[in-house]
């Protein structure tokens, strides 16, 4: 046989089936060989079955190799679940720099984003990281930690060729007095020479540094294209909800397909959503007072004056259920579709969901698919449901996010890079000027509906060249929303 032809053999043979099928095939020469001599069989068959033992031979030891080779020049970026003998090699530490604590802050998504990019800059600093700390003084009230919600040994072992992670601090560390730490918030959308010109020299010098912040820490733009790479594969390949979130997230999705497509809808109109950002479209007065009231409560909600008007004009605000229903209708989706809203209770339902219930009928939820038992552990841990609304969005058909924020936007990137699928990213702005013209009767619904996918043709999550605005990275496209540097090129074939 020529050598390429092995080769061709040994590359195909590197997907798991393949490489077992090619190992028992070797095994099982090896036993018929044992037989035939036993047997005494003539010479011509004995050479026969010795050079396909020689084969089978070398063809092992090119695999072996193969796969030898295979894990030293690409990053691993497809491990799976499965035994531990497939768990990468350990990476060993010439020297290590130091240890990082992090404080999460934020919402669940924030805080994922942040994670991911604490597991990279630890790794490229060569220091140890403590499993991150979950925020749980945040409005959402959530006191779930990291192991509450991810797989914390998977997320451990299966980074551990690129970097080290301890649950907690080593017991020869522990002397360490607490309150000594040197604790910081680093710098907002920094690149990766602060975190080697001004953190790492902290790091060497204290041995431990904590940060209290871990949210868009990192920027969008400028940094290595290797750094990014680790970043996604952190975010879509070590980080797994825990099997309890899996398992029931598993099957509502599993409900769903079973029905038929569906799109999942993360329709933002909750009550704190609506009060937080004042926008008051579609309210009377009794509930404008109350959501008011509300915003004033909250000393942390900076804004307190909000030109509902203007600001839904310049497309800051969340679409209403209404909106979002003459929008999903004026962009032709099936009217049979099943529209899973991946959000928590929405404000004045009743009233509110009215629209949206007779345009997409088949209206779901969480709580509608499911007993309310099987939702019980889940129901008093707001980061864990939104766990739930997370997987089931980025397994659905296609994902509508009603406003920003970073569940859309880590949901959007996740989709894109689990092949481009499909997410209709609302242009806010354009709709609320097309909604009102079509209501006072200035365009028919066909000029509607006309308009609405003309602006929509090219915001349904292809791919598209990531937003570099030098000095305001707020104003980007964000990393995790557009990972590009780890999906296939925008020209490409
Ligand atoms: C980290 O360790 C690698 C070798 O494993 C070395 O090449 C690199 O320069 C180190 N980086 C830092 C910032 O210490
Ligand atoms: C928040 O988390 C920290 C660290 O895990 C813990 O010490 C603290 O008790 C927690 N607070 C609440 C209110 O759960
Ligand atoms: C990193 O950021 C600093 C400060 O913002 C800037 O001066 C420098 O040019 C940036 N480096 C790279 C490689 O982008
Ligand atoms: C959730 O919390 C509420 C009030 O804090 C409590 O009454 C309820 O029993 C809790 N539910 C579960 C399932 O733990
Ligand atoms: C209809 O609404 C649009 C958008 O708000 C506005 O520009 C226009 O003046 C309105 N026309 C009428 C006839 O009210």
Known sequence: MRYETLINLVIGGVKDEKFKGLINDGIKGDHKLRFLMLARR????????TLRVAFVMLLWTIVVQFKGLGDMVTPSMFKTRSSASSLPPQRIYENNNGYLIV????????MRAGICDMVTIARYLNVTLIVPELDNTS???????FKDIFDVDYFINSMRDEVRILKEFPPQQKKVETESIYSMPPISWSNMTYYYDVILPRIKSYGIVHFTKSDARLANNGIPEEVQRLRCRVNYHALRFVPPIEQLAKKIVKILKERGPFLSLHLRYEMDMIAFTGCNEGCNKEEIDQ????????????EKEIDSEKKRKDGSCPLT???TALTLRALDIDRNIQVYIAAGDIYKPEKR?????????????????????ELDPFRNHSNQMAAL????????????????????????????????????LLNRKILVKLIDQYKNGTINWN?????VKVAHSDRVGNPSTRSVVPGKPKEEDYFYSNPQECLSPVDGP
Request: aromatic share 16%.
């Open 42 to 49: 003539r010479s011509s068959f004995l050479k026969l079955w």
């Open 103 to 110: 404080s999460s802050n934020g919402g669940l998504n924030q």
């Open 139 to 145: 409005f959402w009230n959530d006191h779930s930690q």
């Open 291 to 302: 959501l008011t009231k509300m915003r004033y409560a909250y000393p942390w909600w900076k």
């Open 321 to 323: 259920p209404e909106e």
């Open 353 to 373: 969901m009215a629209s949206l219930r007779e345009a997409f009928p088949n209206l779901v939820k969480k709580e509608t698919l499911l007993e309310p038992s």
């Open 389 to 424: 609304d997370y997987y089931v969005s980025i397994e659905s058909d296609i994902f509508v996010p009603s406003y920003k924020g970073n569940m859309a936007k880590l949901v959007e990137g996740h989709r894109r890079y689990l092949g481009f699928k499909k997410t209709i």
């Open 447 to 451: 000029q509607f509906s006309t308009s």
